[in-house]
């Protein structure tokens, strides 16, 4: 298992303007790859918070930091220049960044017809730290970047959703940490007519005998599906695969639980256990 952190530069994300569906994606992702993400932090364009930020985070010391947004050619695109004041590591023109940028130019030529020059401000998308690599970008033009800094894994990637999902999942996976012991599972029950008030209870008792699992409801009630009050309990573990088989005996545990409670018209509980989801850490 290893260390995360995000940070998700932008004013937009501050003032309600854009929705930061990023940072659920890459938790998610990251999950299911062997990764714990240990914090989320959003925070604006401005150069002095961000320097400050991930200098903040750096000092936490992470197996792996990933950055989204300010990856453009526009005046409020910095994070590489935060980046670099936080590791004082300088900048230079990257050649083979530049070479990826030219490469996209082409594709968008042919695709939409469409010329681009490499502009004065386009070339700030090739100013990289020095000892950076410029990972391909199958979406947009700006590369991503990851940088090694005292034994911690940067990665600098765009805000565009469709841009930064492609360059995780063409290019970063690869430079993840990885454990063939480790093992994600994901169970979860949907439970009609019981509130959750009342699955708590249960829920409570076998929680603390438990401390490695991670417990979550989700309420729906009265869906329109059903009529009825609806519940999903997710069981969410992290470990070795022998550990993970504990998640057999908690659900047999939580099920006897759940069968011995009434509705608030004396129904009894509808248990209906959902599809299994799981990973390896051999990404």
Same mark, same amino acid.
């Given at each position: 298992m290893f260390n995360v952190e995000i940070i998700?530069?932008?004013? =937009?994300?501050?003032i309600g303007k854009t929705v930061n569906t990023n940072a659920s994606w890459l938790g998610e992702k990251l999950v299911s790859l062997g990764g714990k993400v240990t914090r989320v932090t959003t925070?604006?364009?401005?150069?002095? #918070?961000?320097?400050?930020?991930?200098?903040?985070? %750096?000092?936490r010391k992470p197996d792996v930091i990933i950055t989204t947004g300010g990856m453009g050619p526009t005046f409020d695109d910095v994070s590489l220049i935060a980046i670099a004041k936080a590791t004082n590591i $300088?900048?230079?023109?990257?050649? *083979?960044?530049?070479?990826?940028?030219?490469? !996209?130019?082409?594709? %968008?030529?042919?695709? !939409?017809? @469409? $010329?681009?020059?490499?502009?004065?401000? !386009?070339?700030?998308?090739?100013?990289l730290p020095i000892g950076a690599t410029p990972l391909r970008n199958r979406s947009g033009t700006a590369p991503g970047v990851f940088? =090694?800094?005292?034994?911690?894994? @940067?990665?600098?990637?765009?805000?565009?959703?469709?841009?930064?999902k492609s360059i995780? *999942?063409?290019e970063i996976i690869q430079f993840l940490p990885k454990d063939?012991?480790?093992?994600y599972i994901e169970k979860s029950l949907n439970v009609f007519y019981i509130p959750e008030s009342e699955l708590a209870k249960a829920i409570s008792t076998i929680r603390l005998k438990y401390p490695k699992v991670y417990f979550k409801t989700h309420p729906?009630?009265?869906?329109?599906?059903?009529?009825?009050?609806?519940? $999903? @309990?997710?069981?969410?573990?992290?470990?070795?695969?022998e550990e993970?088989?504990?998640? *057999?005996? @908690?659900?047999?545990?939580?099920?006897?639980? %759940? #069968?011995?409670?009434?509705?608030?018209?004396? $129904?009894?509980? %509808?248990? =209906?256990?959902?599809?299994l989801k799981e990973s390896t850490g051999e990404n």
């Amino acid at each position: 298992m290893f260390n995360v952190e995000i940070i998700c530069f932008g004013n =937009e994300l501050l003032i309600g303007k854009t929705v930061n569906t990023n940072a659920s994606w890459l938790g998610e992702k990251l999950v299911s790859l062997g990764g714990k993400v240990t914090r989320v932090t959003t925070i604006g364009d401005s150069l002095e #918070e961000m320097i400050e930020i991930v200098k903040e985070v %750096i000092e936490r010391k992470p197996d792996v930091i990933i950055t989204t947004g300010g990856m453009g050619p526009t005046f409020d695109d910095v994070s590489l220049i935060a980046i670099a004041k936080a590791t004082n590591i $300088e900048l230079k023109l990257n050649q *083979d960044a530049i070479k990826l940028i030219k490469q !996209r130019f082409e594709v %968008i030529k042919n695709q !939409r017809g @469409i $010329e681009l020059e490499l502009s004065e401000e !386009r070339m700030q998308m090739a100013n990289l730290p020095i000892g950076a690599t410029p990972l391909r970008n199958r979406s947009g033009t700006a590369p991503g970047v990851f940088l =090694e800094y005292s034994n911690i894994k @940067i990665f600098v990637l765009p805000g565009v959703p469709k841009e930064m999902k492609s360059i995780f *999942d063409h290019e970063i996976i690869q430079f993840l940490p990885k454990d063939p012991n480790f093992q994600y599972i994901e169970k979860s029950l949907n439970v009609f007519y019981i509130p959750e008030s009342e699955l708590a209870k249960a829920i409570s008792t076998i929680r603390l005998k438990y401390p490695k699992v991670y417990f979550k409801t989700h309420p729906h009630t009265y869906t329109s599906k059903t009529g009825k009050i609806e519940v $999903e @309990i997710h069981l969410t573990f992290l470990g070795t695969p022998e550990e993970s088989k504990i998640l *057999d005996k @908690i659900e047999g545990e939580l099920i006897k639980l %759940i #069968e011995q409670l009434k509705g608030a018209k004396g $129904e009894q509980p %509808i248990i =209906e256990k959902k599809s299994l989801k799981e990973s390896t850490g051999e990404n």
